[in-house]
């Protein structure tokens, strides 16, 4: 793998990898504390639209999908307030909706159609260098609205009710945590694309939770696990020659079922939860 750090577009991956895992292990803990997988699946696959809205009108795809991802966002937020009865099936309709107007508007775009399935599965190894900056960005900005807030969204994740008394204001760091999901979801596209972006937020946190003794050091914890997943991908992607979305995935995946082969025997088969 040491050759493969010659060349640009290598060396491009492997920070984007270590860039993204920040994303990962901070809010992929939130998201799995605060048991919102679906919803940010639903924000991922939404964003698909934005994609589609961003080929045909000629837009910028990162911003326009940015935005798109956001307004979607906001909708999930006050379903999920004021229609929770209701949210998981309206959150699959803006899942399902989302991708269809993505296709679509693909489909009616002029001319040449642009490779979706760098969207769909990932094409880290092509990612631009203003994407690194963005990302970077991102994480700092997640970092610090952690540090700003992390007693609060302690609070409110392990216990809303009890926020809500103290005075916390809980409705708005949701909708906060949600728009970092939403730009999160979308500046991680390129890493391992829309249909995989949800196993790289999660598995991390679910493999580090049962060893960590507060949210902040299962934040380190998956963010030191997404880094290895990251460049342990990049290396089997570089070795077999294979997508590099999908073998950062897989080498997560199996990082997870170790994890769990662990537990089992730790605790003698007895009491072991796959989640």
């Known amino acids: ?25 901070i809010i992929g803990v939130l998201v799995v504390v605060n048991r919102i997988v679906f919803i940010s699946a639903g924000t991922a696959h ?9 080929f045909y ?6 911003w326009t999908t940015m935005g798109f991802s956001m307004v979607a966002t906001v ?3 006050w379903v999920i307030r004021h229609r929770k009865h209701r949210a998981d099936s309206i959150i699959g309709v803006l899942w399902a909706g989302g991708m269809a107007l993505g296709i679509i508007l693909t489909d009616l775009t002029p001319g040449y159609h642009p490779d979706l399935m760098s969207y769909l599965f990932g094409s880290i190894l092509a990612i631009p260098v203003e994407e690194l900056y963005y990302i970077l960005g991102m994480d700092i900005f997640v970092t610090f609205i952690m540090l700003f807030y992390y007693r609060e969204f302690v609070s409110f994740s392990y216990d809303e009710e009890f926020s809500r008394v103290r ?13 970092m999901i939403s730009l999160s979801v979308v500046l ?3 890493v391992v694309g829309l249909i995989m972006i949800i196993a790289l937020l999660t598995i991390p946190p679910l493999i580090v939770e049962p060893y960590a003794k507060s949210m902040g050091r299962m934040m380190l914890g998956a963010t030191g696990l997404s880094v290895i997943f990251a460049i342990g991908g990049l290396w089997l992607s570089y070795s077999l020659d294979i997508s590099a979305g999908a073998s950062i995935i897989a080498v997560a995946v199996a990082g997870y079922g170790i994890s769990f082969l662990m537990q089992i025997m730790r605790r003698g088969g007895k009491n072991v939860s796959v989640l």
């Open 46 to 54: 939404a964003a698909y639209g934005g994609i589609g809205l961003a």
């Open 167 to 179: 005075g916390v204001p809980v409705d708005w760091l949701y909708l906060l945590l949600l728009l």
């Open 188 to 190: 991680l596209i390129r």
């Open 75 to 77: 909708i999930m937020a």
């Open 1 to 25: 793998m040491l050759e493969a750090l010659e060349f640009e577009f290598f060396q491009h991956a492997m920070i984007a990898g270590v860039l993204s895992a920040v994303l990962c292990g």
């Open 57 to 62: 009108l000629g837009w910028p795809i990162l």
